[in-house]
Every structure is written in C-alpha cells, then in structure tokens.
C-alpha cells in the first residue's frame, strides 16, 4: 500500500512563499517519479512539477518557472515544493503523486498514487 501525505499548505499575500511537503511510505521508490499537481475550482488538475527519485532530474510547469522549486530528501522519503513569488492564480489544492514511469511524466494519466491534497490560498 503505497500512502502519500501532503502538509505546508495555507493563506498566504501575494509575493510571499510556502513550502509544500509529501512524505511517501510503504514502498521503495527508487524508480518512482514525483510529481505535484494543482487544481482550481472548476478547472482541471494541471502538472506543476515533477522529479526522478533518483538522479534528480526535474521538470516545471511554464506557469511557474523561477517562482518554484520540486526537491527530494530520499533519506526521509520526502518531496518538497518550494513556492516563491506567489499570486492569487496559484490558489490551487495541490497533490503529490508517484508514478511507476522511468522517465519524468507531465500528464497526470501517467501517476499511480496521489495523496489527499492541500489548501494553496493566496490573497491580492
């Protein structure tokens, strides 16, 4: 059984930052990809970024491109989001995800796990 928990999510102004976190449990994920995920109300779940577990390759959405950062701690099983520069279309509940892919994948299709998800707001 493979558990994805979210956690960091929360009201922030426009400019300022939060770290999302996603700590994975019940499997080795050596060849897994770990992707964070963002949907709006009334809109579709859309990739933000994506990381190999190991090698540490990366992939960010155009949208967010110098304002976050995706990182790992395979010590603590752990992926981050780093989120800087935030802006009211950022609000957004953002899921982590694990995909059995070799290769970084941006359609959400591709992912096998997702955690339950946590609350972005940003205010103007």
């Known amino acids: 059984q493979v558990q994805l928990v979210e956690s960091g999510g929360g009201l922030v102004q426009a400019g300022g930052s939060l770290r999302l976190s996603c700590a994975a449990s019940g499997r080795t994920f050596s060849r897994y990809t770990m992707g964070w995920f963002r949907q709006a109300p009334g809109k579709e779940r859309e990739f933000v970024a994506a990381?190999?577990?190991?090698?540490?390759?990366?992939s960010h959405a155009d949208s967010v491109k110098g304002r976050f950062t995706i990182s790992r701690d395979n010590a603590k099983n752990t992926v981050y989001l780093q989120m800087n520069s935030l802006k009211p279309g950022d609000t957004a509940v953002y899921y982590c995800?694990?995909?059995?892919?070799?290769?970084?994948?941006?359609?959400?299709?591709?992912?096998?796990?997702w955690g339950q998800g946590t609350q972005v707001t940003v205010s103007s």
């Open positions: 990381i190999r577990w190991t090698g540490g390759r990366t």
């Open positions: 995800a694990a995909a059995q892919t070799p290769a970084i994948s941006l359609s959400k299709y591709e992912y096998d796990y």
